[in-house]
C-alpha cells in the first residue's frame, strides 16, 4: 500500500515562492506528479517525474516550476517560483506502479494524497 502525504503549501504574494513535498511510503519505483485543482475546475496535470528522472510540464508552468525527487528520501519536490494569482489551488502529489513515462493525465495515477492549498495573492 502507498501512502502521500504533501506539505509545504501556504499564502504567497505573487511573485514568490514554495516548495511542496510529498513524501511516499511503500513502493518506491514508481512514477510521480503534481496536480492542483482550483475551485470550480478539474483537476489538471502541473508536472511529472518517472524513474529515470524524466520529467513533464504543463504549458502554463515550465519556467517557472521544478519537479525533482528524493529517491533516498522517497520523497517529491516541486519548487514554484514566480508564483501568479491564477496558480491558486489545492495541489496534490499522486503516483503510479508503473514506473515510467510523464503523462499528465489523471487517469494514469492511481495513488493520491490529500491535498495542500496554495494561496497566491496579488
Known amino acids: 500500500q502507498v501512502e502521500l502525504v504533501e506539505s509545504g503549501g501556504g499564502s504567497v504574494q505573487a511573485g514568490g515562492s514554495l516548495r511542496l513535498s510529498c513524501a511516499a511510503s511503500?513502493?518506491?519505483?514508481?512514477?510521480m506528479a503534481w496536480f492542483r485543482q482550483a475551485p470550480g475546475n478539474e483537476r489538471e496535470g502541473v508536472a511529472a517525474?518517472?524513474?529515470?528522472?524524466?520529467?513533464s510540464y504543463a504549458a502554463s508552468v515550465k519556467g517557472r516550476f521544478a519537479i525533482s525527487k528524493d529517491n533516498a528520501r522517497n520523497t517529491l519536490y516541486l519548487q514554484m517560483n514566480s508564483l501568479t494569482p491564477e496558480d491558486t489551488a489545492t495541489y496534490y502529489c499522486?503516483?503510479?506502479?508503473?514506473?515510467?513515462?510523464?503523462?499528465?493525465?489523471?487517469?494514469?495515477?492511481?495513488?493520491w494524497g490529500q491535498g495542500t492549498q496554495v494561496t497566491v495573492s496579488p
Open positions: 499522486a503516483a503510479d506502479a508503473f514506473p515510467y513515462g510523464t503523462p499528465l493525465v489523471r487517469t494514469s495515477f492511481i495513488y
Open positions: 511503500g513502493n518506491r519505483d514508481m512514477r
Open positions: 517525474i518517472d524513474s529515470t528522472s524524466m520529467t
